[in-house]
C-alpha cells in the first residue's frame, strides 16, 4: 500500500533523526495561534485560514502541546509573529488524530479517489523551537489533476477549520482537555 | 414631475463583462436601443451589459435617483438589478423570482413593460453577496496566474449567486490561488459552494458526522443550484 504521510514516520527536524522529540503521535494535542490578521469569524478559525501555498509546503505551523512550555509559545511564537500578523487572540488546538483521520473524496473520478488530506508533520526547521510541528497535503492529494485540487482544497480548508473548533484563550488552550 | 434618472455604476463587474466570452449576447444601456430608456432611466456613462447566452442573468448595478438628486445626494438608493433579455430567451420560462420592472419595488413610473424583459430587483442579501464577492477579489493580492483563475471565478461566481442564492450571509473567501468559494455555516454543519472559473461550480453539504470534503458533488453553473443545496443553506440561514 502506498503511503499517503511517508513524511510523518521519521523526523523532519533540521539537524536530522535523534533531534527533536520524534514524529508527532496521534495521540497528541496540537496547537495553532490565531492572530488578528488571521481569517476567523464567530471565534472560529475560517477555511481562509490555510493557505494553499503552505499547505503545500508543509508551512502552516503547529505547536505540540506535551513538548511546548507556555513561556517557549509565547515568546517563538506570539512574540516573534506579532509584529507580523496582529495581535495575537488566542489558539485554538485539536487532536492529530481527528486532522489525520480528515478524509477527501473527489466525485466523478473513476476510480474515486479518496485518501487523507493531510499529514502532522515533526517538522522543525533552524528557527524553530523542538515542539514545533507543521500540516501539509498528503501525497495522496497530490495526485490529483489541477483543477481536482482547485476544487478539494478548499473543502479540505473548512474541515481543518472545524477540525480546529473555537478559538480559546491561552490559558485554556494550554489547560487540560477541552470539553 | 416623477421622472426618474438613473446612472450606470462602473464598478468591477463591468470589467469582468467587457472580457466576457464574445459569442455571448449583449444589449446596450445606453442609446435608442437602452433597455432602460423606456422607463425614463437614464444612463449617463456608457457600459454594456453581457448575459451568457441561454442563461442569466446579466448583473447591472444602477443608482437610482428621485427628481433633481444628483450623484452627491446621499438619498440616492443603490440596487442591483439582474437584467433577463429576451434574446434567445422567448422558449424559456421566467426564472423564479424575477418580477416585471413594472412591479418592482424600485420607485419607476408605470410605464408599459415590453413583454420580452423581466427584471429582478435583488433583495439586499443578494446586493451584498455580490459586493463581498467583488470586495473579495478587490482586496486579495495574487500572482499572476491565481489573478486569472480568480477574475474567471469571481466572474461565475457573481453571475450565479445573483440568480440562484438567498439567505443566509455566508463566508466569502478568495483563496490564495484564486479559487472563490462561499460557505454558509452553522457550527461543525454547513454548505460550501467552491468556483474555479470554468463555468462550473462545486458544492458541499456537511451534515451531522460527515465532511466537506467527502461526499461534494460538482454541477455546471448553468444548470443552477441543486435543490438539496439550496434547502440546506435555507437551513443554515433560518438556523
Redesign the interface.
Known sequence: MVSECAKETTTQHYLGAGNGHGPVRSDEVVLFAVFENV?H?GGRL???AF???QLRRGEVSLARLAHTARAIFDERVIQALEHRFGKCLGITRGNVSAFRA????V??AIPTI?GR?VCVLDKVGQEDYDGHAALEYSETEEGLTQ?Q???????????LA?TFGEILSLDRGFGGPVV | MTALTATTEIDPVWHFFDEADPSLDRTDVLGPNSLFLSYSIIAHRSARIATPSGTFPSVVEITWYRSGFTSGNTQSEFLTINVFSHESRLSMPRPPNYDMLSISPAPIESIPLPVDYAVQISDPMHSSLSRKIREAYQSAQLDHDAAE?ARRAVNDAIGFVDFNLHGGKP?V???????L?V?W?LG?L?V?L?F?G?GTG?Y?I?RPGG????????FRLEDGLADEVRAAIDAQAAG
Open positions: 481569517p469569524d475560517t477555511p481562509l493557505q494553499s501555498k480528515i478524509q477527501f473524496e466525485s466523478g479518496r488530506a483543477k485540487k482547485e476544487r478539494y482544497r478548499p473543502l479540505i480548508h473548512a474541515e472545524d | 483563475t463566508l473567501m478568495l483563496s490564495d490561488d484564486g479559487v468559494s460557505q455555516r461543525h454547513g460550501m467552491v474555479t470554468d462545486t458541499s456537511k465532511s466537506y470534503a467527502v461526499g461534494a458533488k460538482d
